[in-house]
């Protein structure tokens, strides 16, 4: 039983959303699931900070519970991977302990490991830590990636086990020299793993999606089905947050409330937590006044971040940028828009399609162009 001292912390964690802190999303974490143990690769699409590794580590987190097959996974971050030599150096790794993962808990030789991995020298290290498997290269290349992938395959379906690959920051391969070679091993490797499952993530939604539906790239129509993260529903959060409040004050939140959560923080995962969290840790029962006033509070403390993320965007970004915060259309390019914010015509069109491509903005279901980050578009709507 968690105190109700410390469900501010539990409820609404400013990292990775598991446990009770995690909302719904039971049709994604059921497809995703499916995709898992049913060998096909998933690329899941979404803004910075919707929950994708939320989603994904909530689900491996329920996969681990599963007695037949056995679900093993392991995680990377390419972000700050900038050779071929570095990709190699963790996939080694990764390949490694996902492998050591395999072998039964009384049993501590390599086994069918050491054949399957001879050409990389393997040693099996125990610690306190437990089992490691340490593979070793003398030169990186694409040949000993693919050769490393198809090890890893061959010894899941060997021990009977499924792996689970997760790579974060998936784009930055294309950083990377030879991208095109590293992509088409890994296209090869996915085509042909009977106990391999790779789930890639990106922060960048449009380099994402030309590596996996660029009809040029190795990685297009490579058994991989593309996954789209949208905003947790309206409905939903309204259950969960309700929910919160009967366990932090034994009472319900008015409807007001309740709205100016969901408006304020458009549902952004991210924002409705740092929100959240300074409303729960207070002993009174938020009122829809307090959530305003808490608001206010969050676009103080955290417009450093909204900053940093808009100095990348020109002088006439901003500015159309500003004006979508201040009032969200489906026509940018009227006569009496431009005219109320003194935007050019040309400009606008041009600034749209960076500020999407960036994901700055997007085009609603109500077919608005709109603002994504809320924190983005607090600030910049109460700038004159």
Same mark, same amino acid.
């Given at each position: 039983?968690? *105190?109700?001292?410390?469900?501010?912390?539990?409820?609404?964690?400013?990292?990775?959303?598991?446990?009770?802190? @995690?909302?719904?999303?039971?049709?994604?974490?059921?497809?995703?699931?499916a995709n898992?143990?049913g060998?096909?690769?998933?690329?899941?699409m979404?803004?910075?900070?919707?929950?994708?590794?939320?989603?994904?580590?909530q689900?491996?987190?329920?996969?681990s519970?599963?007695?037949?097959?056995?679900?093993?996974?392991?995680?990377?971050?390419l972000?700050?991977?900038?050779?071929l030599?570095?990709?190699?150096?963790?996939?080694?790794?990764?390949?490694?302990?996902?492998?050591?993962? @395999?072998?039964?808990?009384?049993?501590?030789?390599?086994g069918r !490991?050491?054949?399957? @991995?001879?050409?990389?020298?393997?040693?099996? &290290?125990?610690?306190?830590?437990?089992?490691?498997?340490k593979l070793f290269?003398?030169?990186?290349?694409t040949?000993s990636?693919?050769?490393?992938l198809?090890?890893?395959?061959?010894?899941?379906?060997?021990?009977?086990?499924?792996?689970?690959l997760?790579? =974060?920051? /998936?784009?930055?391969?294309?950083?990377i =020299?030879?991208?095109? &070679?590293?992509?088409?091993?890994?296209?090869n490797?996915?085509?042909?793993?009977?106990? !391999?499952?790779f789930?890639f993530?990106?922060?960048?939604?449009?380099?994402?999606?030309?590596? /996996?539906?660029?009809?040029?790239?190795?990685?297009?129509?490579?058994s991989?089905e593309r996954?789209?993260?949208?905003?947790?529903?309206?409905?939903?959060?309204?259950?969960?947050?309700q929910?919160?409040?009967?366990?932090?004050?034994?009472r319900?939140?008015?409807?007001?409330?309740?709205?100016?959560i969901?408006?304020l923080?458009?549902?952004?995962?991210?924002?409705?937590?740092i929100?959240?969290?300074d !409303?729960?840790?207070?002993?009174?029962?938020p009122?829809?006044q307090?959530v305003h006033?808490?608001?206010?509070?969050v676009l103080?403390?955290?417009?450093?971040?909204?900053?940093?993320?808009?100095?990348?965007?020109a002088?006439?970004?901003?500015t159309?940028?500003?004006?979508? *915060?201040?009032?969200?259309?489906g026509?940018?390019?009227?006569? =009496?828009?431009? &005219?109320r /914010?003194n935007?050019?015509?040309?400009?606008?069109?041009k600034?749209?399609?960076?500020?999407?491509?960036?994901? @700055?903005?997007?085009?609603?279901?109500?077919?608005e162009?709109?603002v994504i980050?809320?924190?983005?578009?607090g600030?910049?709507?109460?700038?004159?």
């Amino acid at each position: 039983m968690v *105190a109700k001292s410390e469900l501010a912390n539990t409820l609404f964690p400013l990292g990775f959303a598991e446990g009770p802190a @995690f909302c719904n999303r039971d049709e994604e974490r059921e497809r995703l699931k499916a995709n898992i143990l049913g060998g096909t690769h998933t690329y899941i699409m979404g803004v910075r900070r919707y929950g994708k590794t939320s989603l994904v580590r909530q689900v491996t987190r329920e996969l681990s519970r599963k007695r037949s097959p056995q679900v093993h996974t392991h995680s990377i971050d390419l972000f700050t991977v900038h050779t071929l030599e570095a990709l190699d150096a963790l996939l080694r790794d990764a390949v490694g302990k996902l492998s050591a993962q @395999f072998l039964p808990k009384n049993k501590r030789i390599l086994g069918r !490991l050491g054949k399957i @991995f001879a050409a990389f020298k393997p040693e099996l &290290t125990i610690s306190d830590d437990g089992v490691s498997l340490k593979l070793f290269s003398e030169s990186a290349s694409t040949k000993s990636i693919q050769e490393l992938l198809e090890g890893l395959d061959q010894a899941a379906v060997h021990y009977k086990r499924r792996a689970v690959l997760i790579i =974060d920051e /998936f784009q930055q391969i294309a950083q990377i =020299d030879k991208h095109r &070679t590293i992509e088409g091993s890994i296209r090869n490797v996915a085509q042909g793993a009977k106990g !391999l499952s790779f789930v890639f993530l990106g922060s960048e939604r449009s380099l994402l999606a030309q590596m /996996f539906e660029g009809p040029k790239r190795p990685l297009f129509n490579s058994s991989s089905e593309r996954m789209d993260l949208e905003r947790i529903s309206a409905d939903d959060y309204r259950g969960f947050l309700q929910n919160a409040a009967r366990l932090r004050w034994s009472r319900e939140l008015s409807n007001n409330a309740i709205e100016s959560i969901i408006g304020l923080t458009d549902r952004h995962a991210s924002y409705v937590n740092i929100l959240c969290r300074d !409303l729960w840790r207070g002993a009174r029962l938020p009122s829809s006044q307090m959530v305003h006033g808490t608001w206010k509070a969050v676009l103080k403390r955290e417009r450093h971040q909204a900053y940093q993320s808009m100095m990348a965007l020109a002088h006439t970004q901003r500015t159309v940028l500003q004006a979508l *915060a201040i009032q969200p259309t489906g026509k940018p390019t009227a006569k =009496d828009y431009l &005219t109320r /914010f003194n935007i050019a015509g040309s400009t606008m069109t041009k600034s749209i399609d960076v500020l999407m491509e960036k994901d @700055f903005v997007r085009l609603s279901s109500d077919g608005e162009y709109e603002v994504i980050d809320p924190l983005v578009k607090g600030i910049m709507s109460e700038r004159p």
